[in-house]
C-alpha cells in the first residue's frame, strides 16, 4: 500500500492509495466524481441491522401497531433524509468537511465542542453499536464466539477508513448492489409472513410512542448529517447543486424507510430480546435467512466505513494539530482501537436493546440544535464566500452559535427529554416514562437554537466574508497542521 504525494494532482478515483493529510480543502484539480454516486454512499451504511431495529422497537417497546411506526419512521426519515441532502450541496464549493463548515456559525474555537461530540459519536459510539450487530449476525450465522466475530469486523472497517474516500466510496457503491438486494429478498419474506394488520400489545396508536419512534428514526437518518459534506467535497465545483441533494436524500430516505419498515414488519411475527437479529431472521427460509446475516455483517462494515472516516475528521476540525503526513489515516486507526474495545464491552453486557433506543434518542438531542444552527448560519450567509473564515489561522469568533447550541441542548434536555438515562422535567409532571407527549428534545431543541441563533446573529453581528462572486479558487490553512494555519 502505497501513499500519495501531498502535491500530487489525479481526477481520478485512486481506491488503492492512502488518502494523504487530514482535513485540507480539496483543490480543483484532484475534485471526481458524479453526484449520483452519493446515492450509493448514503444505501449501504443503512442496509444494516441497526436500521431494522429501529422498526422493531417502535412495535416491541413503543406498542404502535405497523402502520401506525411506518408513519412514524417515514416522518423522522424525511426530517432526516431531507438535511442530509441539504448539507450535501455544501460540500463541493469549499472541498471541505461538513465539521469544518460548521465555523462558520460557532467561530474556530467553539467548533470544538459539535466537532468533539461527533467524534465520541461517530468514531466511538456509531462504530460500537454497529460493530456490534454486525458480529452477532456472524456469530448467529457460523457460531463462533462473539469476541472474534468482533475483531473479524472491525478490522475490515478500519482497514477501510484507513485507505480512505476513494476506497470507501467504492466499497459502498458495490455494497449497494449486493446488499440492495439481499435485504430486498428478506423484506418481501418478512412481508409474507408477517400480519401487518394485528392488534398489538399497546393498543396501537400513541402520540408518545409516534414522538418516540419518529426521534429514534430521525436520530437514525440524521445521524450521518454531520458527515454530509465529507463525501461530496471531491465532487467538481460545478457539479448540480439539485442532483447532489436528491441523490444523497433520497438514498438515505429509501433504504432507512424500506428497512425500519420491515423491521416493524417482523416485530409483528415475535421479537426475542436476548437476541433481535434471530428474530428479524427466524421466519426466512434457511438460504435466505444466512444471506440476510452475511448482508447484516457486511452493513455493519459499510457503516462503519463511514463513521470511522468521519470520526477521524471531527477530530481534526477540532483543531487537533498532528504533524503526520497520513495523520487522518492514523486518528481513523486510534478510533477503531478504542470503538472495539467500548464494543467488546457491549458485546459481553449483551444489553444492545435498551442501549440503542437510548443512543438513537441522544444523536437526535444535539444533531437538532446543531442543524438549526447551522441552517440558519448558512441562509444568514447567502450570496457571501466563507473562505476567509474557515482557515485554523483565522481564529473566527461567532458566540452566537456556541451559546444557542448550547442552550437549545439545555433546554430541551431537560424538559423534554424521555429514556431510560434521564426524564426531563416536563415529561416527569405529565407521568414520567409514560408521558403523553412521548419525546419532544429534538423539535424543541432545533427551534430554540435555530430562534435564538438568528436573534443573537443579528445582535452580535459577526463578520461576513466577501462577495461570492470574489471566492478564490483554493482555500489554504484548514488543516491545523497546515504550514500557513
Known sequence: MTTAPAGAASPTTRTGIVEPGGIEAIPTSKRHGSPWQLLATWTAPNLEFATVFVGMIAVAFFGLGFWQALAAVVLGNALGAATQGILSTWGPREGVAQLVLSRTAFGTRGNILPAAINTIMAGLGWFAVNSVSGALALTTLTGMPAWLSLVIIVVVEVGLAFVGHDLVQFFERYATYVLGVIFLVATITIFVHADVNAPVKGGGFSFAGFMLTAGAAFGYAAGWNPYASDYSRYLPRTASRAAIGWAAGLGNFISCTVLMAAGAAAATIGFNGDNPTESFTSSMPAVVSGFTLVAIAVGAIAANALNIYSGAMSFLAAGVRLPFGLRRAITALGFGVLGFVIALIAVINAQFESNYENFLLVIAYWIAPWLGVVLVDRWLRRGTEIVSLIPDHARYRNWAGFAAFIVGVAVSV???????????????????????????????????????????????????GAPLSELPETVAGVDAADEVA
Open 414 to 464: 431537560v424538559f423534554f427529554s424521555n429514556q431510560t438515562l434521564f426524564l426531563g422535567l416536563i415529561v416527569q409532571w405529565t407521568g414520567g416514562a409514560a408521558s403523553p407527549i412521548g419525546d419532544l428534545t429534538a423539535l424543541v431543541g432545533f427551534v430554540i437554537a435555530a430562534v435564538l441563533y438568528y436573534v443573537l446573529f443579528r445582535v452580535t453581528k459577526p463578520k461576513l
